[in-house]
């Protein structure tokens, strides 16, 4: 038999696992009963695993032969976003205002799918495959804690695979990026401070609302004149907050936003850009500010010749054809991290169908669930590409 046919078979179970985790999904770092069945499905099909990495993160072993001593990674995210689901699936979340809408319940099928077909051809696999399941891709990030807890070390990982997900491909589709895949993602928190008073009398006063919109038109600029065209650039204000009533001056406007760039070097430039303009502008109105700058997740590399091993291994499995190149995401992934540290692939698994249109973090987000297959069979064939294993009959 060959092994493609082994993930057939475990299809139904995989999806059924998929449909667990949707009706029961947990937030970042509380993935408690998720980490439990990922450990108790890796124990039944006799992998060694540990657990409790990064509070909830899971990660699973399978030795190799002792052929090749390397040692490839699979990581999949488990957390669910509190968002209160909309769609009318019998397996919709029970969960009121948590659901999996982004599909990491699919995530964890799929890198679940992957140990047990390659356990069942483990005397084939010549090095190891460790599969990490951790928590929080979401926010705050679990990837970078599971990393300073040994994650990557015994055995030292040597190279790592990550995936996602997309409706914005057709299911039966793989998306590769051969150099950056996902941006970097910041935080931008700025406090106007002015003075109060009477909206009938603006010149006793430092109006912050004036000077929060200059701002916020300022800000558009450094994208615009301030970073090379060529550099993917995004700067959004996702919320503002300020003011009492329609009377009267605010003495107080919070601006909260997301920085994103694809490049390192142009991360690093970024927030003394933002606060030149906002000292420049506060100055010019007689107001002050406070300037928070937190830097997320860090831009998101993958490695060219493990990119052009997934995207021959993806061709095995669907075709050529169906093997599409992608632009990079001004998203963000946590998977960063590790690629910071080793050779490191993040692809698409294309999941999109007629009944399922809605892009992730939709309330109404759902996926095609063959997608689940075609991510097992293209990463238990990346894992044999990666270890020089020819197409094998079981
Ligand atoms: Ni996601």
């Known amino acids: 038999m060959h092994w493609q046919s082994l993930v057939d078979h475990q299809l139904p179970t995989l999806i059924s696992i998929r449909r667990q985790l949707h009706r029961y999904p947990e937030l970042a770092f509380q993935e408690y009963r998720t980490a439990r069945l990922i450990n108790d499905t890796l124990l039944a099909n006799g992998l060694i695993t540990r657990t409790g990495i990064a509070a909830t993160g899971v990660v699973g072993l399978l030795t190799g032969n002792g052929r090749d001593s390397r040692t490839i990674a699979i990581r999949a995210d488990m957390d669910a976003l509190p968002i209160q689901e909309q769609t009318s699936l019998p397996f919709a979340s029970a ?54 807890q040994g994650v990557l070390q015994d055995p030292a990982v040597s190279a790592i695979f990550g995936f996602h997900l997309t409706n914005s491909l057709p299911v039966g589709t793989i998306g590769v990026c051969y150099n950056e895949a996902c941006a970097s993602t910041n935080e931008l928190k700025l406090t106007i401070l002015g003075e109060g008073g009477h909206g009938a009398h603006p010149h006793h006063s430092v109006d912050t609302i004036v000077v929060a919109a200059e701002i916020i038109l300022a800000l558009q600029s450094i994208a615009s004149r301030q970073v090379n065209p060529l550099q993917p650039f995004v700067l959004t204000i996702g919320t503002i907050e300020g003011g009492y009533t329609n009377n009267a001056i605010a003495d107080q406007v919070k601006l909260w936003g997301t920085v994103r760039t694809l490049s390192s070097t142009l991360r690093a430039t970024i927030p003394e850009k933002i606060e030149r303009l906002v000292a420049g502008i506060t100055a010019a109105h007689q107001a002050s500010y406070r300037f928070e700058y937190n830097e997320g997740y860090p831009p998101l590399l993958n490695n060219q010749a493990l990119t052009a091993l997934v995207a021959h291994s993806a061709a095995t499995i669907v075709g050529g054809g169906n093997v599409v190149e992608m632009e990079p995401s001004m998203g963000g992934d946590d998977f960063a991290y590790f690629a910071l540290k080793l050779p490191a692939c993040y692809f698409r698994i294309g999941s999109g169908s007629a009944d399922c249109t809605f892009p992730g973090h939709h309330p109404q987000f759902n996926f095609a669930e063959a997608a689940i297959g075609y991510g097992v069979k293209t990463l238990v064939q990346a894992v044999l590409e990666y270890f020089g294993v020819e197409d094998l009959e079981k």
Request: glycine share 12%.
């Open 95 to 148: 969960i009121p205002n948590v659901m999996h809408a982004c599909g990491h319940d699919g995530h964890v099928a799929i890198a679940l799918g992957a140990a047990l077909v390659l356990k069942q051809i483990q005397h084939h696999l010549p090095g190891n495959v460790k599969f990490i399941f951790q928590p929080a891709e979401e926010g705050p990030g679990g990837a970078k804690p599971m990393i300073e």
